[in-house]
């Protein structure tokens, strides 16, 4: 790129085409007073701050709208320029407080910034007095417009980057001010409460409700979702007093209500376990780690190989991970070693590695931006991942056309070309339909399918199958949008797919995301920029965790733990003798343990007895255990269960590595020392293993587990701490000279060529009949998080959704006299729960929704104990129940 040379006041800096005259200046160390100007908002001038006079142009220029060129001169401050400053800013201090010592922003103020930089010590206007209410309505943020000074950074940072337009500017002239639709409270409006706004604001007009500066920041990684965003956090006096996002690639310093306000209030929570626990005579009682830990290496040494194994945790680190399932192979014996992707996205690893030899997201998050067309399936993005859901609507802004297939009428709808409502579990017949009109009407890539997939012919001729008069009857969607929305696929260059647990947590979820796989191949939508099959992981590290091996099949790397090669391999690294036998999965664990033949389990950082279907079956093969133990930061409702309690330190308290959705290793870095009693997870496993006798278990820090990980899987090869510490690397990243891989199959894939595979469609295992008339279907909302059992322990969250409320349609609603907020009793064959009733047309006719956040609903009471017959994924999406109202005494 051809660099341009400018004189700022008389210095002769570089800049690159494109930027700003600010932007030059500010990237050289030359300051420029502004208000209204950030990076990431689109030049706005409307401060007039940033004024510079440009050899040979009239006037003065704003210089965040001017582009530099080639020998532009540039003079920041002349006598002109500074009276316009000047008389700009004693226009403001007019209209605004003047108590700066007391005020939140003191020393961090744009405003107080610019203002001493002109030299104005006192008011010379006299002052009006506003008085405008504040609106401290939001549990975490505060509006007082009597400090706005109208440079909307907020209602652009609400266009530009959120898209939720939640706030403008409202009435006219002096009269001028930020507020809502109806200017009601701010809570009354559609905020998502990210706090994005609040972060831009120059002043104080948006403040943080809890925050104080911190002594340090520490660059980490969110605990949350898949997305891996980077963040700081800001701590002082052993405490985490802030969170800001950081320029990771993965989110690019944006925040969702979570992430920003999610963390402190379970990290620091009173609930925390502060020591081991041992079950005595029913109760727990408070024991040593040395106590603690010979019992369960005691009990642990005394059962065979096949009746013991361990559930590991997409909440952990990758070391944590690894360490797990090295502990379980090597010291236990055996191969029964799992983790929750067995309930998310293990048709994912199974579906994608059987058409294109890797089971993980093709493209990179910043990716999304590129795509010519969008097509969401099953993916409830702006809610389940907040921060990627904002790239999605902003290459909507920036013109991609948006498929939204979903039941339910998310929020994507509102920004979709085409929105196909079609019946839960009919996503083969959609997306197989769909591929039959891009064929028939020969939109298909010829050239793709030819050089670079196999099964071609006999794929062709299995379409014969999806009718449109099929599909349509299937689905339940008009032909004509099925049509509409192949064609607008096909003419995408390029397309992408997003995809959740919407396609995988169906009893035909594998077949699913084949059907997916299939539509990219189809249409040549793979291995480039703005394209590819891009599943969404629903926790922070379950693509971590498969990565590590805490899988029943797979070593670290996704190597078979059934190929006698790969066990010779281990054996000589390890230095001990290692099973060739397939492990157990975790519902063959738990049906193993109520039958009798599983005796002992280690479950880490899961709390299976909400989180599991037909939570009543979970509990019968927990209690039905000899011996069980629970590592976590809580007594959770599967820990009660345990014989022994071990209290490990949480995501801020050690160091390690998460790998995100899009298969980026990135850094959790040791903020704050751990809770007083627990330990890394890591550090527990490997004493464990060590008091039974293990050898191999004896790091000091997890980056030479990192290094352990890197010298045994190819495809981490190239990654350590010390490249992760500029940032995130992609695998495969297979030497230290490798940059990573943001996009996978570019030239060939991972199996050479894809496979095109044909697909019989299969409805759902239970669906509604006289006895159960209604289609239950669960997920997530965007204030909770899995079973709760961090976000349930921040106020403010609790405030936007404290507990479960039903969504059920006006239509059904009527039928069975319920009103918003009645109390309800939703029935299936496996048992009832109680909640409350949300009407709305978010959802159909004939269909219900549910969470599993709270654990006063546990909602996996009364769900589908019907699984993928591939990978054993439970179908969460579909199951029949009836509602009765409680009525009220």
Known sequence: MNEISINIDGRIIKAR???????????????????????????????????????????????????????????TSTPDIDEVRSNIIELILADHPLDCLTCVKNQRCDLQKVAAYLGIKERKLPQNDRNIPVDDSNPFFVIDRNYCILCQKCTRTCDEITCDNAIEVISRGYESR??????????????????????????????????AVPACEVETTCPYCGVGCGMYLGVRNGKIVSVRGSDSRANNGKLC??????????????????????????????????????????????????????????????????IAQKFCRLVLGTNNIDHCARLCHAPTVAGLAQTFGSGAMTNSIEDIREADCIFAIG?????????????VKQAVRLGARLIVADPREIELVRFADIWLRHNPGSDVALLMGMIKIIVDEKLHNSDFINERCDNAEAFMESLKAYDIDFVEKTTGVPRGQIMAAARMYAAGNPSAILYTLGITEH???????????????????????????NPLRGQNNVQGACDMGALPNVYVGYQSSTSPETKKKFEAAWGGSLSIAKGLTTPQMFDGACDGSFKALYIIGENSVLSQPNSSHVIKALSSLDFLVVQDIFLTETAKLADVVLPAASFAEKDGTFTNTERRF????????????????WEIICRIAKQMGGKGFDYKHPSEIMDEIAALAPCFGGINYERLEDGGLQWPCPALDHPGTPILHTKQFACRKGKLTPLKYRPSEELPDAEYPLLLTTGRRLFHYHTGTMTRKTDGLNRFLGRE???????DASALGLNDDDAIKVISRRGEVQAGVEVTRVVPPGVVYMTFHFAETPTNMITSCAVDPVTQTPEYKVCAVRIEKIQRR
């Open 17 to 75: 085409p494109g930027m700003t005259v600010l932007e030059a200046a500010l990237e050289n160390g030359i300051y420029i007073p502004y208000l209204c100007y950030s990076p990431d908002l689109k030049p706005h001038g409307g401060c007039r701050l940033c004024i510079v006079e440009i050899a040979g142009e009239k006037g003065l220029s704003t210089s965040c709208t001017t582009p530099v060129s080639e020998g532009m001169v540039v003079r």
């Open 178 to 211: 930020i507020g809502t639709f109806g200017d009601k409270a701010i809570m009354e409006s559609n905020c998502q409460s990210c706090g994005e706004c609040v972060v831009r604001c120059p002043t104080a007009a948006l403040s943080f409700k809890e925050s």
């Open 257 to 322: 209500v979570k992430g920003r306000f999610g963390i402190a209030g379970y990290v620091h929570s009173e609930e925390r376990l502060k020591s081991p626990l041992i079950k005595k005579k029913g109760k727990f009682v408070e024991a040593s780690w040395d106590e603690a830990l010979s019992l369960v290496a005691e009990k642990f040494a005394s059962y065979d190989r096949e009746h013991v194994g361990i559930i590991s945790s997409s909440r952990c680190t990758n070391e944590d991970n690894y």
């Open 379 to 391: 993916a409830n993005i702006t809610e389940a991942h907040p921060v990627i859901g904002m790239n």
């Open 507 to 533: 009893s035909h979820g594998t077949d699913n995301v084949i059907a997916v796989a299939n539509l990219a191949m189809v249409t040549g939508n793979i291995g480039k920029r703005g394209s590819g099959v």
């Open 666 to 681: 990135q850094r959790v870095r040791k903020a704050i020392e751990p809770v007083s009693g627990s330990l890394a997870d």
């Open 805 to 811: 409320r039903v969504q059920i349609n006006p239509a």
